[in-house]
């Protein structure tokens, strides 16, 4: 059958599954009411989206971004652009406030983030891609509580971050984000119990552990200033980077 509307034709392949396209909750679940057996039924959740949806072949037009491995390569580029950076700093000293932050602390930053990469790659990181490429996993990046429900259907409300990728992604998604909400949570704890619910063995483990230690916010406000051509806005990088290294001192 052939849809104009690619992204219709998409919700109905998902509705034969069991995975419901929706605008909205009935209610909204904060903070405050997040503990360990919330997050429990979200990664339920998240294991039944992917089950149902697991190997997808681009039915009816619509076709999924492959991004399996596109985090992992762009957290290496970070790592060679901090490193450039460091050494022309060192050449020509800091200029600046944000410059002189980054000489204080940029080094004890990067060796976190060559660190985590050693890992990645030291946990055979290239057979779980070979896995995820042959099942044909997908993820759905937003799984947080505010996008994917479980109650008689899987519900979801926004698909846009939906691709072919690792299903350990979703976990370090989410993971980051219970983390941003500044909940006191045992990564570790939930990593080990997204990879029972998934059937996935110690490398996902170490995996979804490394990826989400890598010290990512630093090394995106870095490229962000370098980006910034506009003198007039350097400012808010330096109370963005300040805010940072605070957050995890």
């Not at 149902?52 to 037009?61: A, F, P, Q, S, V």
């Not at 899987?154 to 690792?166: Q, T, V």
Request: with cysteine; net charge positive.
């Amino acid at each position: 059958m052939y849809y104009f509307d690619l992204d219709s034709c998409f919700y109905k392949y998902l509705a034969t599954k069991g995975i419901i396209k929706v605008n909205n909750f009935k209610f909204e679940v904060k903070g405050k009411d997040i503990n360990m057996l919330k997050i429990s039924a979200q990664l339920k959740a998240i294991g039944e989206f992917h089950s149902r949806i697991l190997g997808y072949k681009e039915h009816m037009n619509k076709r999924l971004t492959n991004n399996a491995g596109r985090i992992v390569e762009q957290y290496k580029i970070y790592i060679k652009w901090l490193k450039r950076d460091l050494e022309k700093i060192t050449k020509t000293s800091s200029s600046n406030e944000f410059e002189k932050i980054v000489a204080e602390v940029g080094r004890h930053y990067l060796e976190r983030a060559e660190i985590c990469i050693k890992e990645i790659y030291k946990n055979n990181y290239i057979d779980l891609l070979k896995r995820s490429s042959n099942r044909f996993e997908i993820c759905l990046k937003n799984v947080y509580f505010n996008n994917l429900r479980q109650e008689e259907n899987i519900k979801i409300i926004n698909l846009d971050g939906c691709c072919y990728n690792m299903l350990e992604m979703d976990a370090v998604y989410f993971i980051k984000k219970l983390n941003k909400k500044k909940l006191n949570i045992n990564t570790e704890n939930i990593a080990a119990e997204f990879c029972r619910v998934e059937n996935l063995d110690k490398e996902s483990l170490k995996f979804i552990l490394s990826m989400v230690e890598y010290p990512y916010e630093f090394m995106k406000c870095c490229n962000r200033y370098r980006e910034d051509v506009k003198e007039q806005d350097k400012e808010k990088h330096i109370h963005e980077i300040k805010k940072i290294i605070n957050k995890y001192n």
